[in-house]
Structure formats: structure tokens, C-alpha cells
């Protein structure tokens, strides 16, 4: 079973700074890793997918990374600001490609 | 935004009585997903779809089934709720990716389930 892992569980940085948030995944056999955000009560919002054949993607402020031998994905988020504290999930598919194998998420803060 | 709906979003009910949650998705995409959310687990997938009338398990399936008799809508039935089937449960829709597996999943903005 594909395990993901998600570190640090929460986060706080002044706004403007730059920020890695790390995912592992134990089955380097995936298809895909996608990225979400969930604000509280909301539901996910997909921010980016990487397919297996790919090494990052990139969309605004948010570049994602995947090294599938070493197990790990990374999301940067450039110069962050306040409205992008939220939770940010990682999700690593399986062998089968369909269903998603979800961390536990990371919690941003973002201060003024 | 992806055009998914659940409905209810609220549901309040009774250990034992049966459950219903519809998932209904406006973009004609192959493969339909039901996850569930809990504090400490975080998302689990319950059942998924991929294509009409057929369905496989997921991680978190006993005391879960589905229906799929239409594209565009995936049922959720709780048989006979339980307490430990409180929880806020998304749907998601996804279609073909390049490669031949699926692409990105789209999330409904979930329903949330309280069993007394």
C-alpha cells in the first residue's frame, strides 16, 4: 500500500518568504502526484500534478518537484502571502493509477 | 472549478437507518471517486468508478456501497449508518491523462455526515 508523508504538519513564516513544504511516498511505481490545497471547511483544490515521467511543474508562485527513485516530491511557494495559509495536501496514486494515496497535510500560516 | 455537486451537504441521522449521498459531476469524466475525511487519517478512499456500472473498492470500503447507473452520477449508500461512519465525505471525478491512466481529480465541496 502506498504510504505518503508530509513534514513538517504545520508551518508559520512572515509573509514574503519563500517556503518548501516535502512529501514521501513508499511505492515509486506512481503515475501521478498532485498537489492540493484545502482551505478550512472547504473542499480540495488541485494546484498541480506531476506525471511520472516528469521532474517539476510549475503554475504562478507554486513549482512542484518529483524524484521518483528517491521517493519525494517538494512544493515551493514563492514570496507567500497571507491568502496562502490554507492546508496543503500531497497525493501519490498507486500501481493501479486510479485512486489517490493522501498525506496527512501540512498547515501554513502566512503572517502579515 | 470543476462542475461537481453533492448533495446533501448537512445530513444528521440515526444509528441504523440507511444513507444516501449523491454525487452528480456536468463534465462528462470517466472516473468517479468517493474518499471520506476523519481528523488523524486524513482522506481514504471508500469506493471509486470507471465508467457505468462499474465500481471496485477502496481502502475504507465494509459498510459501503455504490451505484452507477448514469455518467454523470455516483451514489454513496451507508446500508445501516454507524457512529464511526461520521465524517465529512468527498467526491471526486477524473478522466483520462496522457499514458492511458487517469488525470487530475477535481473535488466536490464534500458533505457532512453526522451519525447520533
Known amino acids: 500500500k502506498q504510504e505518503v508523508t508530509q513534514i513538517p504538519a504545520a508551518l508559520s513564516v512572515p509573509e514574503g518568504e519563500n517556503l518548501v513544504l516535502n512529501c514521501s511516498f513508499t511505492?515509486?511505481?506512481?503515475?501521478?502526484l498532485q498537489w492540493f490545497r484545502q482551505d478550512p471547511g472547504k473542499g480540495l483544490t488541485s494546484l498541480l500534478l506531476?506525471?511520472?515521467?516528469?521532474r517539476e511543474q510549475t503554475s504562478g508562485r507554486l513549482n512542484a518537484s518529483l524524484d521518483k527513485s528517491s521517493g519525494r516530491s517538494t512544493l515551493y511557494i514563492a514570496a507567500s502571502q497571507p491568502g496562502d495559509s490554507a492546508t496543503y495536501l500531497c497525493?501519490?496514486?498507486?500501481?493501479?493509477?486510479?485512486?489517490?494515496?493522501f498525506g496527512k497535510g501540512t498547515s501554513l500560516l502566512v503572517t502579515p | 472549478d470543476a462542475g461537481i455537486t453533492q448533495s446533501p451537504r448537512h445530513k444528521v441521522t440515526e444509528t441504523g437507518t440507511p444513507v444516501t449521498l449523491r454525487c452528480h459531476q456536468t463534465?462528462?469524466?470517466?472516473?468517479m471517486y468517493w474518499y471520506r475525511q476523519d481528523p488523524g487519517h486524513g482522506l481514504r478512499l471508500i469506493h471509486y468508478?470507471?465508467?457505468?456500472?462499474?465500481?471496485d473498492k477502496g481502502e475504507v470500503s465494509d459498510g459501503y456501497s455504490v451505484s452507477r447507473s448514469k455518467t454523470e452520477d455516483f451514489l454513496l449508500t451507508l446500508e445501516s449508518a454507524t457512529s464511526s461512519q461520521t465524517s465529512v465525505y468527498f467526491c471526486?471525478?477524473?478522466?483520462?491523462?496522457?499514458?492511458?491512466?487517469?488525470?487530475?481529480?477535481?473535488f466536490g465541496p464534500g458533505t457532512r455526515l453526522t451519525v447520533l
Open positions: 471526486a471525478i477524473s478522466d483520462y491523462g496522457t499514458g492511458g491512466v487517469t488525470d487530475t481529480q477535481y
Open positions: 511505492d515509486s511505481a506512481i503515475y501521478n
Open positions: 506531476i506525471q511520472s515521467s516528469q
Open positions: 497525493a501519490a496514486d498507486s500501481n493501479s493509477g486510479y485512486a489517490l494515496n
Open positions: 463534465e462528462n469524466h470517466r472516473y
Open positions: 468508478s470507471y465508467g457505468v456500472k462499474d465500481t
